[in-house]
């Protein structure tokens, strides 16, 4: 499976989810957060070793875990990466395995390997990779390839990539067959129904109720996304008089506050990571409107030409604050983003 999705409307919360799903049917688990810096071949093996560790517990078939670490030993001897502790102390490389200098043949071995030994103690592997696209082309396609070997041998080996609407296209752009390998899931707002719920079912459990005009007018501020309702839920409860109600004149007055906590914090993180150029760019993309734009709109509103502004639209690709939804098109990753953008940059 593989999730994308804009900021905030909780693909980490359903990767933690799959976890304890993992961990309530006694399957190892581990979690990446991708990182631009992340080394794939050094962090897979770290939690590969990890998970045979949690594999071998108790000793099970001893021999068989021996040679899975000789595996794993073999892929850090052949791409030089650092002994995983004294678990592997004693272990020898398996020649033959894991060892033919081609980073995606190796990984796929190790995943194979690891896939068996699970298989055989009648468990499975979960490893979920927050942020999978700063994976970026490359090593994406290079954990495509080794999933699909696993996925062939029907093996219970799952790996569990989450990222921004990107992600899907990086990963057909690395290997053809990851349609064919992955179930995507596109992770969006809310429906108000469903919006109006995750205010409501809380509060009632604590003997308290929304009012009708309270509820739709912090639905339609929130235009559903999953952590702005909990932002403007907080502060609507932080504010109402109460003691059984939360009504539309306390919500008249938790709007600024949430609205400033979401400027100072969830906004301004991203924000301020940006370059001069880069924020005239995304200034130029808010007062266009939410969007997406095209791009040669976005560069015409700046006074540039396309070529012009293309590498300011490229590092804000890069950085995570805007995607290209289709081809000649721009978006921003951060629901609302155009608006509190407006409300810090004047054209």
Partial sequence: MLLSGLRGVGKTVLLNEFCSIAQRQAWVFQQIEAT??????RIMADRIRIAL???????RLAERARRALGVLKSFRVRWHLPEGGDVELGIEPIAGRADTGILQEDLADLFIEVGEYASEQEVGILIT????????????????????????RQLPFMVVPAGLPSL???AGEARSYAERLFTFV????????????????????????????????????????????????????????GPHHITLEDIKHAIPFA??????????????????????????????GAGPH??????????????????????????????????????????MFDQFVRRRVSL
């Avoid at 631009?36 to 071949?41: A, T």
């Avoid at 560790?53 to 000793?59: D, E, I, K, P, V």
């Fill in 259 to 288: 609205v400033e906590t979401l400027d100072t914090g969830f906004f301004s993180i991203r924000f301020d990571r940006t370059t001069e150029t880069e924020r005239a760019y995304l200034a130029a993309m808010a007062h266009l």
């Fill in 129 to 152: 990779i927050d942020e999978a696209q700063y994976l970026g082309r490359d090593q994406l396609g290079t954990l495509v390839m080794g999933l699909h070997k696993v996925s062939q």
């Fill in 53 to 59: 560790l949690q594999l071998s517990a108790g000793h």
């Fill in 294 to 335: 095209a791009s040669g709109t976005v560069a015409s509103a700046m006074g540039r030409t396309t070529s012009q502004v293309s590498p300011f639209r490229n590092s804000l690709i890069s950085k995570g604050l805007c995607h290209a939804p289709s081809h000649g098109r721009i978006a921003f990753t951060v629901p």
């Fill in 186 to 241: 596109k992770i969006n707002s809310l429906q108000p129904e469903e919006a109006a719920t995750a205010l409501t079912v809380p509060a009632e459990a604590h003997g308290v109720r929304w009012h009708t005009d309270a509820l739709d007018r912090i639905v339609d501020e929130t235009a559903g996304y999953p952590y702005f309702l909990q932002e403007f839920g907080k502060h609507a409860w932080n504010f109402a008089r």
């Fill in 168 to 170: 899907p296209a990086l």
């Fill in 36 to 41: 631009k810096e992340l080394d794939l071949s």
